[in-house]
């Protein structure tokens, strides 16, 4: 087990270097120029005049500054030794390293995606049991319709509609229009800033959820219907044991195999955050980031956020991967003798 | 950031469309009577002001840096401009005239116009207490001249700055030499915000700095020969100089008290402000926050968490809040200088021709396009001069909506439908070509929307034109490298004189300089140059005007319209003044009584 781990860290570096050199160029391919964007032409109105009289040794300046003065390659390697050294560089936009504004995301998108996965898990799992246990009854129909709605409405409208309507003095003021915590935060005691922040989060945990709970239920309902087919469970049911020990004891553990490979993928997505969510209720999170980065041609935020899903992503699935044999002691990658 | 919300943008400006293709006759809301519905500037109302409540403002995206030697972006000019940090001269509100602010009066200027000589305030304090003086002054000019720093926005005004040092070593007496005469170089010099050097050159790294020095460094721009000044120069380029209190210190009546990025940037009233006296200011405490969504922050209005935000979408303004008095908030409508033009690709074999411009203003029905796609909220023009302006050429008629006269003046440039496809054609070079052409757009809806008027009135006589959306930065790529047929832009303007220079000199045509649309007329660079080294205002004028008309009847643009700004705000506040300048509420005016305080 150690040695297949220890492989498989090795063979983490030419897998992230293969993934950043395609990004990388990908990157610089796209058409748009980041120095322009530096410059400040960022508005729908260009600006004249006395306040953006912009010339072209701006922009050389702005040019070597950020190394684009260099081909391409050499900008990958310069990039690859910085970040071999801790330095993942400084945005184009606003000089500020890229490393503190990406820290400064994280436990924004890490809270949220946690608290909507613990959400999800808790009743998505319970649901597909109950579904599967429960096949073609009333209750099995009712959920999946009701989920596979939840499933095809789309997170921008159903946001929209939330501020519309619980959060405006027109319907239903209920929670706040958007934000982390209220202006008037610090002058909470201890548990007005606890509700303070649960407040601010109800609305955007729940619509980052809504689509995966359908998702996730579907996928724990059949691979549960799947093992209950199994000869061991037919097994079990006829040594007399009740439904609830044989759904609960014999088939869980087994039916669980495929929702660990979907929380392989959750690692990345936790750091990942909405881009939808985050901007109607102005989150300051990584997808907001990622995405402003990209509007931007801010090069070195955008290969530092593509180097974080990209090792988060290889190390999710080397955790699942793990977690399977524990799961199915069949499941194992050492070589056994024959 | 306006191009989140994308899709719901899309979903309603699909609506419109729809309304507007189908033809039906829907009554506009409002009139294109656009000055009747103009907000009044009203008297200051100060009788029972007191000082104490707070006000908060949306903004659509966070600040980038709060130091103004090295910031470049809106909403950071804002704070920086009116609350934090203060210059040598302010620019009036309503006459657009510079008076003095830190300054004690207007400058001296030499005969040869090349050195302006201002005398100081000697009563003036940065926020920590320490005096304001020349020393300050020069080395906020030291700090932009050198050339490592992240100033370089600000240095491109400068470029033609010789020096700046004290007047017989009096502390506050400093004059600033010049290479070359300019005429908006007292524009330049005034607009500085001034920062401490107490706090900002701790090691008195500048004083070390000769002006020969910065002048050479700019001149070989190699680090190695310069090893003090790219040290102070990285000093200053730091995250930390432009977001710490500690640092962001200026002279102005607020403090920066904290920054939440991506949430919220609060000041705090200066109670020790040198100008109290004068300078009165209200509110205890102003806030930005960032409300990057569209419905998001017209709830949070309603909801009394802002007090004040800027509409983007005219039809959020006039559908979304249509009972503003329900939710104690009121509307306001200002003309602020910004321009709506259509560039025509000069270069292009279909827009080399003036008469062809003016065929195509000609089929822009400007007046049914503000009332339907801007509900009236919009003010035709006729020239790259602001509006309000005093420099702008009024006599110039609008060009009317006339597809008959079109047709006559694309017949009279030779265009001519001779192969009966129902589309115009003319042998350009031995070769027919049709009348055929791509507006490039940036995503912006109302844009689009204007553009598909338009295209419908070609279809009319003609000419058959499409529509292409590019993502703004590709947009700004494409119009720079004039790879574009016709494109409609904006362009933000300055109050007070303009210099067309960086827009319309033919020099500015190649390469990628702002003539996007590779405009060139020797009468009208001689003009723009003339204009450059004149200093008599009435000379200006006389100028301005000459060069106004030559681009009226070139049409290198079709002039559309100054739209109106729409803001939201709370009814508690008095003496809330709406100016027809960039950035039109000065929020530090306002009051609000005791009783309807919300923040007391």
């Known amino acids: 087990m150690t040695d297949y781990i220890f492989k498989r860290i090795l063979l983490f570096f030419p897998t992230l270097l293969i993934i950043t050199m395609i990004t990388f160029v990908i990157c610089r391919m796209a058409p748009g120029d980041p120095t322009e964007m530096r410059i400040g032409a960022t508005g729908e109105a260009m600006k004249t005049g006395a306040k953006n009289q912009i010339t072209q040794a701006t922009k050389e300046y702005y040019k070597k500054k950020f190394g684009l003065d260099k081909p391409i390659w050499q900008q990958y390697f310069i990039w690859l030794g910085n970040i071999a050294q801790g330095d993942f560089g400084n945005s184009f936009k606003d000089d500020r390293p890229v490393i503190n504004k990406i820290l400064e995301r994280i436990p924004v998108s890490l809270t949220i995606s946690l608290l909507s996965f613990l959400l999800i898990y808790s009743i998505a799992i319970p649901v597909g049991i109950y579904s599967a246990a429960r096949q073609y009854s009333y209750g099995d129909r009712a959920t999946t319709v009701f989920l596979f709605i939840l499933y095809s409405l789309p997170n921008f409208w159903v946001a929209t509609l939330a501020i519309f309507f619980l959060c405006s003095p027109e319907f239903w003021n209920i929670f706040p229009t958007g934000g982390l915590t209220s202006l008037d935060y610090e002058t909470y005691s201890f548990w007005g800033q606890l509700w303070d922040r649960i407040h601010h989060l109800i609305l955007p945990v729940l619509i980052t959820s809504l689509a995966s709970f359908a998702f996730l239920s579907r996928q724990m309902r059949s691979s549960m219907l799947e093992v209950i087919r199994q000869d061991y469970i037919r097994t079990a049911r006829a040594k007399g044991l009740n439904e609830k020990t044989v759904i609960m004891k014999h088939a869980l553990r087994n039916s669980l195999i495929p929702i660990i490979t979907i929380f392989g993928g959750l690692l990345p997505a936790m750091v990942g955050g909405s881009l939808i969510v985050e901007t109607i209720f102005t989150i300051p999170g990584m997808g907001q980031l990622f995405y402003q980065g990209i509007l931007d041609r801010d090069y070195p935020l955008i290969m530092a956020e593509l180097l974080l899903v990209a090792v988060l992503t290889v190390v999710g699935v080397l955790i699942v991967d793990i977690i399977y044999s524990i799961v199915d002691p069949r499941i194992t990658f050492s070589k056994k003798a024959a | ?600």
């Open chain 2, 1 to 600: 950031m306006k191009k989140f919300g994308l899709f719901f943008i899309i979903i309603v400006s699909l609506t419109v469309l729809i309304t507007i293709a189908g033809g039906r006759k829907k009554k506009p809301i409002i009139q294109s009577n656009v000055t009747k519905m103009l907000t009044p500037l009203q008297e200051p109302d100060l009788s029972g002001a007191t000082v104490g409540d707070w006000v908060i403002k949306q903004e659509m995206s966070d600040a980038e840096k709060l130091n103004p030697v090295v910031t470049n972006d809106a909403t950071a000019d804002e704070i920086i401009s009116y609350y934090l940090f203060e210059k040598l001269l302010e620019q009036d509100r309503i006459t657009y005239e510079l008076y003095p602010q830190l300054a004690k009066n207007m400058p001296t200027l030499s005969e040869d116009h090349l050195t302006y000589t201002f005398e100081l305030k000697d009563n003036v304090k940065f926020s920590d207490g320490t005096p304001l003086t020349g020393e300050d002054i020069i080395f906020t000019f030291k700090a932009i001249k050198n050339p490592f720093t992240d100033a370089q926005a600000l240095r491109n005004y400068f470029t033609d700055l010789d020096r700046v040092e004290l007047v017989d070593g009096d502390k506050y007496k400093v004059k600033f030499t010049f290479k070359q005469p300019y005429f908006r170089a007292i524009y330049a010099i005034g607009d500085i915000k001034i920062v401490p050097k107490k706090i900002l050159d701790i090691e008195n790294i500048n004083d070390r700095l000769s002006w020969e020095m910065l002048n050479e460094a700019n001149e070989t721009l190699d680090p190695a020969k310069y090893p003090e000044m790219k040290k102070f120069a990285d000093f200053l380029n730091q995250e930390d100089v432009s977001r710490n209190p500690k640092y962001v210190v200026g002279s102005g009546p607020y403090k920066l008290e904290k920054w939440v990025t991506g949430q919220q940037i609060s000041v705090v009233r200066n109670n020790d402000y040198w100008n109290k006296d004068e300078g009165k200011v209200y509110p205890e405490k102003i806030i930005w926050r960032t409300i990057s969504d569209q419905n998001a922050a017209i709830a949070a209005a309603k909801n009394k968490e802002t007090d004040l935000m800027y509409v983007i979408r005219p039809i959020d303004f006039v559908e979304n809040v249509k009972n503003p008095e329900q939710f104690g908030l009121k509307k306001a409508l200002v003309l602020e200088p910004v321009y709506s033009y259509i560039g025509w690709n000069n270069n292009s074999p279909l827009f080399n021709d003036p008469k062809v411009r003016m065929a195509m203003s000609y089929a822009v029905d400007r007046n049914m396009i503000i009332d339907k796609i801007f509900y009236g909220m919009g003010i035709p023009i006729q020239s790259h001069i602001f509006y309000k302006s005093q420099y702008v050429d009024s006599t110039l008629p609008v060009i009317p909506f006339d597809l008959e006269k079109s047709k006559e003046l694309l017949a009279e440039a030779g265009w001519k439908d001779t192969d009966g496809d129902g589309i115009l054609d003319k042998v350009i070079n031995g070769q027919k070509v049709d009348f055929k052409f791509t507006f490039t757009n940036n995503n912006n809806p109302t844009r689009k929307q204007t553009a598909l008027v338009i295209i419908d009135a070609l279809k009319q006589i003609g000419i058959q034109a499409d529509i292409q959306d590019y993502e703004w930065s590709v947009f700004l790529d494409k119009v720079k490298k004039h790879d574009f047929d016709a494109a409609i832009m904006a362009w933000q303007l300055s109050v007070g004189p303009e210099d067309p220079y960086q827009i319309w000199h033919s020099s500015q045509a190649d390469g990628e300089g702002s003539n996007h649309i590779s405009y060139k007329n020797q009468r009208s660079d001689e003009l723009i140059e003339l204009n450059r080294i004149t200093f008599d205002d009435s000379v200006r004028k006389e100028i301005l005007n000459e060069w106004q008309e030559i681009i009226y009847k070139d049409q290198p643009y079709t002039f559309l319209w100054t739209p109106t700004g729409r803001y939201l705000y709370s009814d508690r506040f008095k003496n809330t003044r709406w100016y027809s300048y960039p950035n039109s509420p000065l929020m530090k005016e306002w009051w609000s009584s005791r009783d309807l305080a919300r923040y007391k």
